[in-house]
C-alpha cells in the first residue's frame, strides 16, 4: 500500500510555468510513477511516467514542455510544466504502480493502482 499526496497547480496565463509535487508514503524503488489529467468532460489520460529505472515516457501533446523530475527524497516525483496552453486545463493526478515484474502501459490510466487526490491546473489566455 502507497499513500500519494500531491500539491501545486493553479491557475496560470498562457505561456507559463507549474511545478505539481507527488509525495508517496513509501519508497518508489520497484514502483511506476505516472502523471494523467482529465480535461473537462473527458476521459482521463496519460501525461507523463518514470518507471522503476530512470526511463521516462511522454505523452505526444505535452513532450518537450513536461519534464519529471525527483526530489531529494527516493518517495517524491514531480511534474514540471512550461510553456502551458489553455488545452492542458484539467485536473491533474499522480499514480502510482507495483514495476518489479514489467513496466509496461505507462500511460494507461486503469493499470495503475495507487492515486493521488488530483490538482487543478487552469491555463487562460
Known amino acids: 500500500q502507497v499513500q500519494l499526496v500531491q500539491s501545486g497547480g493553479g491557475p496560470v496565463h498562457t505561456g507559463g510555468s507549474l511545478r505539481l509535487s507527488c509525495a508517496a508514503s513509501a519508497s518508489t524503488q520497484t514502483r511506476c510513477m505516472g502523471w494523467f489529467r482529465q480535461p473537462p468532460g473527458k476521459e482521463r489520460e496519460g501525461v507523463a511516467a518514470?518507471?522503476?529505472?530512470?526511463?521516462?515516457i511522454y505523452a505526444d501533446a505535452v513532450g518537450g514542455r513536461f519534464t519529471i523530475t525527483k526530489d531529494n527524497a527516493d518517495n517524491t516525483r514531480n511534474l514540471e510544466m512550461k510553456n502551458l496552453k489553455p488545452e492542458d486545463t484539467a485536473k491533474y493526478y499522480c499514480a502510482a504502480k507495483d514495476c518489479r515484474y514489467g513496466s509496461s502501459r505507462l500511460l494507461v490510466p486503469f493499470s495503475f493502482d495507487y492515486w493521488g487526490q488530483g490538482t487543478q491546473v487552469t491555463v487562460s489566455s
Open positions: 518514470l518507471d522503476n529505472g530512470a526511463n521516462t
